[in-house]
Nanobody, 128 residues
Framework: QFQLVESGGGLVQPGGSLRLSCVAS???????IGWFRQAPGKEREGVSC?????????YYIDAVKGRFTISRDNAKNTVYLQMNSLKPEDTAVYYC?????????????????????WGKGTLVTVSS
């Protein structure tokens, strides 16, 4: 069964960096991948997504634009989220999710039930 596993979370001071990884148990090159986060007491929100095509779409929400970078290495079945200049408001459990977009050039931060697969999350805490 296709599974996603996140890693790389932890405790970091404001202004610091972390790199999250999302590793798939099988080939992920046909899937668009999204990163989501859920802060304590808040709704889950989409953060960034990347299309399955190498030259396709990448998207970031305004709150992380210029600080976060999403990338993928299909040879390693892995998608990364490089997070720089972290702020306390970035504290959340971060999840990756996959879905099969009929257009390989596109990606979208779909709702929970519209994504095909979810990981179990990794906790990021930004605090001094």
């Amino acid at each position: 069964q296709f599974q996603l596993v996140e890693s790389g979370g932890g405790l970091v001071q404001p202004g610091g960096s972390l790199r999250l990884s999302c590793v798939a148990s099988g080939f992920m090159d046909h899937y668009a991948i999204g990163w989501f986060r859920q802060a304590p007491g808040k709704e889950r929100e989409g953060v960034s997504c990347i299309s399955s095509s190498d030259d396709g779409m990448i998207y970031y929400i305004d709150a992380v634009k210029g600080r976060f970078t999403i990338s993928r290495d299909n040879a390693k079945n892995t998608v990364y989220l490089q997070m720089n200049s972290l702020k306390p408001e970035d504290t959340a459990v971060y999840y990756c999710a996959a879905y099969n977009d009929p257009d390989p050039r596109l990606c979208a931060l779909r709702g929970y039930y519209a994504m095909d697969y979810w990981g179990k999350g990794t906790l990021v805490t930004v605090s001094s």
